[in-house]
């Protein structure tokens, strides 16, 4: 790949007229190197048949350069090759550095539409159908316990099972790995009845103590974690058989059932306390209908699990891998793990279909009340506040706050464009701010106490009421006392309320207070990000709006 990246160099600087004359002094500055390395470049090009170097004697006479290939099929041969050795990334950023136009960009995406989606092939007989998926985050960790990625939690969801799960728009819960369970009168008690004879990945067969062991390795850590104020709640799981658990929880709380769907709750093998500390989060062996076979930075493969106790997929292997997309878009905040493919009507339209799910993004500011500062003045926060509805802008600045501190907006990275607006629409009013954008493990700390905005985000799907008491259970922790009492009390009913319309009113009334309060704003509210995929059949989603692979297939060419 090396020496297409040095022909895109030769032809990004040379390659304007139909043939260059140059000398060896200036291909060698081109190329970065000394004479003797550039004339070996330049051999090495004219053998593979992609120039036609016609050398003049003498230093400092200029010789003739003539290109037989064009730069786009020179990348696309650099690409092709960048993906089958994992080294995507690089190379894509090795072409836009010397493309000449967007044009090699749009041929190279228009290739890409191609290579990715699904692709069939004969094997000893037997039909191979592979889908392959554009993500644009890394993925780093597997592990339900660590990740912290969309993108991660979407691979997850499709190797490892929970004890229930959800179905249909309505998200009513359905058996996973339990087939049935039961509560007693004060619901505090549940017992969970595991299925007989469901395997790992790597052959072992599931027990209760293989979901005790998942549990308290949840209950014990100190990582900060998603809907951890739910399972700090666990008392006590016990195997009560082979095949039954109990959990006690320390009080009635309905949000419990919900929590055992997402992919936080996810059951992993007993045996995994054997396993070098870090390395189950990039070699997973769960219970889901993919197994996980190879994973690295840019790509991470699944294969199909013909054992899974629902039944096998119909898809036999899914490659998924990391593009960095140059959109407008990919520094913005997106709810899937996939962005859309721009322009798809320019390649390849006719086999590529649009399908979204039910869900939305809510992007929303705080006040922390709580710190001795500017926005402990209710007067001042409303005024902060009106500054960022619709069209405040357009008013015209008011009064410079000359006596009114910088105001910190603190964020985390995907967020930094919205905290950066929210900061030019109230310096039109005469404040101050400063952005501070932290990674996500960062952002659970401390920095939120120090800051007087902070930017949130809030993913609207089948288990937004399990992110609404995750995070108003995490406002509070920046709000006074007054209101911090109040909020915690509202959710203590939440969390003993069984009907979930009910549940939802409770937080609505939340909501109302904090924005009556000045203490919340919403910036805008947009459907979840949508994802440009191959037709297909089966298509379905999970709790979180996700494409569920497993129902996925394809029709053969007959």
Same mark, same amino acid.
């Given at each position: 790949?090396?020496?297409?990246?040095?022909?895109?160099?030769?032809?990004?600087?040379?390659?304007?007229?139909?043939?260059?004359? /140059?000398?060896?002094?200036?291909?060698?500055? +081109?190329?970065?190197?000394?004479?003797?390395?550039?004339?070996?470049?330049?051999?090495?090009?004219?053998?593979?048949?992609?120039?036609?170097?016609?050398?003049?004697?003498?230093?400092?006479?200029?010789?003739?350069?003539?290109?037989?290939?064009?730069?786009?099929?020179?990348?696309?041969?650099?690409?092709?090759?960048?993906?089958?050795?994992?080294?995507?990334?690089?190379?894509?950023?090795?072409?836009?550095?010397? &493309?000449?136009?967007?044009?090699?960009?749009?041929?190279?995406?228009?290739?890409?539409?191609?290579?990715?989606?699904?692709?069939?092939? *004969? %094997?000893?007989?037997? %039909?191979?159908?592979?889908?392959?998926?554009?993500?644009?985050?890394?993925?780093?960790?597997?592990?339900?316990?660590?990740?912290?990625?969309?993108?991660?939690?979407? /691979?997850?969801?499709?190797?490892?099972?929970?004890?229930?799960?959800?179905?249909?728009? @309505? $998200?009513?819960?359905?058996?996973?790995?339990?087939? &049935?369970?039961? +509560?007693?009168?004060?619901?505090?008690?549940?017992?969970?009845?595991?299925?007989?004879?469901?395997?790992?990945?790597?052959?072992?067969?599931?027990?209760? @103590?293989?979901?005790?062991?998942?549990?308290?390795?949840?209950?014990?850590?100190?990582?900060?974690?998603?809907?951890?104020?739910?399972?700090?709640?666990?008392?006590?799981?016990?195997?009560?058989?082979?095949?039954?658990?109990?959990?006690?929880?320390?009080?009635?709380?309905?949000?419990?059932?919900?929590?055992?769907?997402?992919?936080?709750?996810?059951? /992993?093998?007993?045996?995994?306390? +054997?396993? #070098?500390?870090?390395?189950?989060?990039?070699?997973?062996?769960?219970?889901?209908?993919?197994?996980?076979?190879?994973?690295?930075?840019?790509?991470?493969?699944?294969?199909?699990? #013909?054992?899974?106790?629902?039944?096998?997929?119909?898809?036999?292997?899914?490659?998924?891998?990391?593009?960095?997309?140059?959109?407008?878009?990919?520094?913005?905040?997106?709810?899937?793990?996939?962005?859309?493919?721009?322009?798809?009507?320019?390649?390849?339209? =006719?086999?590529?279909? %649009?399908?979204?799910?039910?869900?939305?993004?809510?992007?929303?500011?705080?006040?922390?009340?709580?710190?001795?500062?500017?926005?402990?003045?209710?007067?001042?926060? =409303?005024?902060?506040?009106?500054?960022?509805?619709?069209?405040?802008?357009?008013?015209? #600045?008011?009064?410079?706050?000359?006596?009114?501190?910088?105001?910190? *907006?603190?964020?985390?990275?995907?967020?930094?464009?919205?905290?950066?607006?929210?900061?030019?629409?109230?310096?039109? %009013? $005469?404040?101050?701010?400063?952005?501070?954008?932290?990674?996500?493990?960062?952002?659970?700390?401390?920095?939120?106490?120090?800051?007087?905005?902070?930017?949130?985000?809030?993913?609207?799907?089948?288990?937004?009421?399990?992110?609404?008491?995750?995070?108003?259970?995490?406002? /509070?922790?920046? *709000? !006074?006392?007054?209101?911090?009492?109040?909020?915690?009390?509202?959710?203590? *009913?939440?969390?003993? !309320?069984?009907?979930?319309?009910?549940?939802?009113?409770?937080?609505?009334?939340?909501?109302?207070?904090?924005?009556?309060?000045?203490?919340?704003?919403?910036?805008?509210?947009?459907?979840?990000?949508?994802?440009?995929? #191959?037709?297909?059949?089966?298509?379905?989603?999970?709790?979180?709006?996700?494409?569920?692979?497993?129902?996925?297939?394809?029709?053969? !060419?007959?």
């Amino acid at each position: 790949m090396k020496l297409h990246s040095q022909f895109l160099k030769l032809h990004s600087q040379h390659g304007g007229a139909e043939e260059a004359a /140059v000398t060896l002094d200036e291909l060698a500055h +081109t190329l970065s190197c000394t004479h003797r390395n550039a004339l070996n470049v330049i051999n090495k090009l004219a053998e593979q048949g992609w120039i036609r170097w016609t050398p003049s004697r003498g230093r400092g006479r200029r010789s003739s350069l003539k290109f037989l290939a064009g730069a786009e099929e020179i990348a696309l041969q650099s690409m092709m090759q960048a993906i089958s050795s994992s080294d995507m990334r690089s190379t894509i950023e090795g072409i836009r550095r010397y &493309a000449r136009s967007s044009s090699l960009q749009d041929t190279l995406q228009g290739w890409l539409l191609a290579y990715f989606g699904h692709h069939s092939e *004969i %094997r000893s007989d037997r %039909r191979i159908d592979t889908l392959r998926l554009p993500v644009t985050q890394h993925l780093h960790n597997l592990d339900p316990l660590y990740m912290n990625l969309l993108a991660e939690s979407f /691979v997850s969801s499709h190797v490892f099972d929970g004890l229930v799960a959800r179905s249909g728009r @309505e $998200g009513r819960i359905i058996p996973g790995l339990a087939h &049935a369970w039961d +509560t007693d009168e004060k619901r505090t008690v549940w017992t969970f009845h595991l299925r007989k004879d469901v395997l790992f990945h790597h052959g072992k067969v599931l027990a209760a @103590e293989d979901v005790v062991y998942s549990f308290e390795r949840m209950m014990n850590t100190s990582q900060r974690m998603l809907y951890s104020n739910i399972f700090k709640e666990i008392r006590e799981v016990k195997a009560l058989s082979p095949t039954t658990v109990r959990f006690l929880l320390k009080k009635p709380n309905e949000l419990f059932l919900p929590f055992l769907c997402t992919s936080r709750a996810a059951i /992993v093998p007993r045996d995994l306390e +054997t396993t #070098p500390a870090g390395s189950f989060g990039r070699r997973p062996a769960g219970t889901g209908p993919f197994k996980l076979v190879e994973m690295n930075e840019d790509m991470c493969a699944l294969e199909v699990f #013909p054992y899974y106790f629902q039944g096998r997929a119909h898809l036999d292997r899914v490659e998924i891998l990391y593009v960095p997309w140059d959109i407008a878009s990919a520094a913005a905040e997106t709810s899937s793990p996939f962005h859309i493919i721009p322009n798809p009507a320019t390649a390849g339209s =006719a086999v590529w279909s %649009r399908i979204h799910s039910e869900s939305s993004v809510r992007k929303f500011i705080t006040c922390n009340t709580k710190k001795k500062g500017p926005l402990s003045d209710p007067l001042l926060r =409303a005024d902060v506040l009106s500054c960022l509805h619709e069209g405040a802008a357009a008013q015209g #600045p008011k009064q410079h706050h000359a006596d009114t501190p910088a105001l910190q *907006i603190a964020t985390i990275p995907q967020y930094a464009g919205d905290a950066e607006a929210v900061a030019v629409k109230l310096s039109h %009013r $005469g404040y101050s701010c400063n952005v501070l954008s932290v990674s996500p493990e960062e952002f659970k700390g401390p920095v939120r106490l120090l800051a007087d905005l902070i930017v949130f985000s809030l993913l609207r799907d089948q288990d937004e009421q399990l992110r609404l008491f995750d995070l108003y259970s995490t406002m /509070v922790q920046h *709000i !006074e006392p007054r209101t911090r009492a109040d909020i915690e009390g509202r959710l203590q *009913i939440i969390a003993r !309320e069984q009907d979930p319309k009910a549940r939802a009113a409770g937080f609505q009334a939340i909501e109302d207070s904090l924005r009556h309060e000045h203490q919340l704003h919403i910036l805008y509210e947009k459907p979840a990000e949508t994802a440009y995929l #191959p037709s297909v059949r089966g298509v379905t989603f999970n709790s979180q709006g996700w494409v569920d692979l497993r129902h996925l297939w394809f029709p053969p !060419e007959l």
